[in-house]
């Protein structure tokens, strides 16, 4: 590695402490805005509301104090989850999602607030429902700038990412950028530090010397570059050469991380933890935590009750219509896999003149001949998938979920789609995050199926009760849920 001059170091200091102080007071600026909008947000919306509907702006005072609790929690929330650091804002991938599980549960906490203050009944139903859709839409889209801005000012240097001390081999290092280096925002490869040979057991003590002489240079030259983060780049195997190089970097003020193996790409919720006594490396979770599965299973059962009483009369419309429209039964039940690959039998409008559930089950194309007239429409708009609010209940299925596909195809796709067979550790769904995503239709193509898993493995691994309410907004509201259909 080179020497770098004083000057140079200067340089890289007063840079540095620049960009971190801009990253600093914007992440200020992003949690100010928040609260100054959602701060106007209430005025305008409750001023806006009573003039509507009574001619009179109502009462300011209360708007602003509702606008400042439902603030304060937003803030509070979003800043435990360390959303408005400008690293996290950068990377968020996410954005709908966080922001509407963060003003959800803001909402939930200040109505549960003005509940025990007995203020309730200052607020009307049609300035809650638009509050909450007007604070959703706005916030998203604060939230979306922010991302733009930050991955731009990280990407310029104008924001501090963090500042990076590669370690290891010139193959390693070379493998490692090529992986990562051009990766998103969010750290800065400051240098490398090329190890000499790598000491055996049978080195001599003078080439171990010569080694860690090696390696107190390249400590050297990481505090010079002001690095916070050095990666280890060697096998984790190889015990004694990791011992060498932590020993020489503990005199430097920089985290010292051993680099990600080759398996480590298969995995995203890698995690140190303990059995017992003993400390392991966590390659995979269980998708849901029994608390988790309480809690999904209760939301699955208040809602499908509620769904079932709320659309009786939809339902028996529905039925009049298929048996005017075509001879044989109004629903019909089809072999289908589900949790942990049990067989169940999924519940559907029939939309189709045949009801196949053989070893070979021909999928609908578009315009099929099989197809009634009803039965098209049921399909255009997901109506035919309402009666497995019955499957919800006894337990088979889920609201959300990876969708269940006819055991003749399962038994296809799980032999020609990696990961396929995981999509059965949770329940599966009604609806899902491919669907909403216009995932959803004919697989005639393996592509189509691979894109389908992927969603649903994003989904396994990502769930949270915020998640289903936000899928089953979207799957209601959003036309990508109808694309593709028939």
């Not at 049978?202 to 030259?221: N, V």
């Amino acid at each position: 590695m080179t020497n770098i001059n004083e000057t140079a170091r200067e340089r890289i200091a007063w840079t540095s402490g620049k960009a971190a102080l801009f990253s600093h007071l914007f992440g200020l600026t992003a949690l100010a805005v928040d609260f100054a909008v959602i701060i106007a947000m209430s005025v305008a919306v409750g001023v806006g509301y009573h003039l509507y509907i009574s001619g009179s702006p109502g009462e300011i005072a209360t708007f602003l104090r509702f606008g400042g609790l439902i603030g304060l929690f937003y803030l509070v929330i979003q800043s435990a989850a360390k959303r408005y650091e400008t690293r996290e804002i950068s990377q968020d991938q996410a954005v709908l999602r966080h922001t509407f599980r963060a003003w959800t549960l803001a909402f939930f906490c200040t109505f549960c607030v003005a509940f025990l203050l007995k203020e309730m009944n200052v607020f009307s139903r049609g300035s809650v429902i638009l509050h909450f859709i007007a604070g959703f839409a706005v916030l998203a889209a604060l939230r979306s700038m922010f991302v733009r801005i930050a991955h731009s000012g990280l990407a310029r240097g104008w924001l501090a990412s963090r500042r990076v001390l590669l370690l290891g081999t010139e193959e390693e290092i070379r493998n490692f950028r090529a992986q990562h280096g051009a990766a998103r925002p969010g750290f800065q490869i400051a240098g490398a530090g090329i190890l000499p040979g790598l000491p055996s057991s049978g080195t001599s003590f003078d080439e171990i010397a010569r080694y860690d002489a090696a390696l107190r240079q390249i400590a050297d030259t990481a505090r010079r570059l002001h690095v916070e983060e050095i990666l280890v780049l060697v096998p984790w195997s190889d015990r004694s050469i990791i011992e060498h190089c932590v020993d020489a970097l503990m005199s430097v003020p920089a985290a010292v991380h051993l680099g990600p193996e080759k398996i480590f790409t298969r995995f995203k919720d890698i995690e140190i933890c303990r059995i017992g006594t003993a400390a392991t490396l966590q390659l995979t979770r269980v998708p849901l935590t029994p608390l988790e599965v309480l809690a999904k299973r209760a939301f699955d059962v208040a809602a499908a009750l509620a769904g079932l009483v709320v659309l009786t009369p939809l339902f028996v419309l529905i039925a009049t219509l298929i048996k005017l429209d075509s001879p044989g039964p109004v629903v019909f039940t089809q072999r289908r896999h589900g949790f942990n690959q049990r067989q169940f039998r999924i519940v559907k409008f029939r939309t189709m003149t045949t009801a196949d559930d053989g070893d070979v089950v021909p999928q609908a194309t578009h315009g099929d001949p099989r197809i009634t007239r009803i039965g098209a429409i049921l399909r255009r708009w997901n109506l035919d998938e309402l009666p497995q609010l019955i499957n919800v209940l006894a337990g088979d299925m889920s609201l959300v979920g990876p969708r269940p596909h006819a055991v003749a195809h399962n038994n296809d796709f799980q032999d020609r789609i990696a990961l396929y067979a995981r999509r059965h550790n949770v329940k599966p769904g009604i609806t899902g995050w491919a669907q909403i995503h216009g995932l959803r239709g004919r697989t005639d193509t393996d592509d189509k199926m691979r894109a389908r898993v992927e969603h649903d493995l994003y989904y396994i691994d990502n769930w949270s009760i915020w998640l289903d309410l936000y899928i089953i907004a979207m799957t209601a509201f959003s036309t990508r849920a109808f694309r593709n259909a028939g």
